[in-house]
């Protein structure tokens, strides 16, 4: 079935990187873009960046920008997510999710999600 | 940016109520609007996108409407399952950025 995998909880301290990764199944990997949302505890969603599998292209929310990085891996159907610099602020549950123009790129297909804890 | 802007933040309804979400943005935002639920401890689920197209397999309870900067999301008939948070989220191509709406917490009465 389709489904996206993501890496296990991560823990960091403050001013140290963290990468998390997304394993795509079920589905043409390379045919749909990846997203990147995470939500604080209690908190809202927040998209934090994309990257096209086919192409290689990304986009950053401007928040994040110098601090992420997403990369792929066409070969292992996975794309990462790297954010820098952390804080305690960046403690929270980080989601991938699939979007194409099948859904007019709405995220039909999430990860189950993974949490990030920065504490000294 | 875009800013999305949901109303109410909290509902509190019964079972088989109708209820409605408003999501407001701040500009046109051509129908790149997209509804989900979330429930505590899960990732968010996609109920509708493009304003008005509903997911494969969501009931038919769920519906989305509305253009331009005012959309809607209306549940026609409350289920127990349906008591979580729902956000909008809505698409700008150039330069490409998602926003979401703050969220509606619906809850039961």
């Known amino acids: 079935q389709v489904q996206l995998v993501q890496s296990g909880a991560e823990v960091r301290k403050p001013g140290a990187s963290v990468k998390v990764s997304c394993k795509a199944s079920?589905?043409?990997?390379?045919?749909?873009?990846i997203n990147w949302v995470r939500q604080a505890s209690g908190q809202g969603l927040e998209w934090m960046g994309w990257?096209?599998?086919?192409?290689?292209?990304?986009a950053y929310a401007q928040k994040f920008q110098g601090r992420i990085t997403i990369t792929s891996d066409t070969s292992k159907s996975t794309v990462n997510m790297e954010l820098s610099s952390l804080r305690s602020e960046d403690t929270a549950v980080y989601f991938c999710?699939?979007?194409?123009?099948?859904?007019?790129?709405?995220?039909?297909?999430w990860g189950q999600g993974t949490t990030v804890t920065v504490s000294s | 940016d875009i800013r999305l802007t949901q109303s109410p933040s909290f509902l509190s309804a019964s079972v088989g109520d109708r209820v409605t979400i408003t999501c407001r943005a701040s500009?046109?935002?051509?129908?790149?609007l997209a509804w989900y639920q979330q429930k505590p401890g899960k990732a968010p689920k996609l109920l509708i996108y493009?304003?008005?197209a509903l997911e494969s397999g969501v009931p038919s309870r769920f519906s989305g409407s509305g253009s331009g900067t005012v959309f809607t999301l209306t549940i026609s008939s409350l289920q127990p399952e349906d008591f979580a948070t729902y956000y909008c989220?809505?698409?700008?191509?150039?330069?490409?950025?998602?926003?979401f709406g703050q969220g509606t917490k619906l809850e039961i009465k």
């Open positions: 989220q809505q698409l700008e191509s150039y330069p490409l950025m998602y926003s």
């Open positions: 999710a699939r979007a194409s123009d099948y859904t007019q790129f709405a995220m039909d297909v």
């Open positions: 500009q046109d935002i051509n129908n790149f």
């Open positions: 990257l096209n599998p086919n192409t290689g292209n990304t």
């Open positions: 079920g589905y043409t990997f390379t045919r749909y873009e």
């Open positions: 493009g304003a008005s």
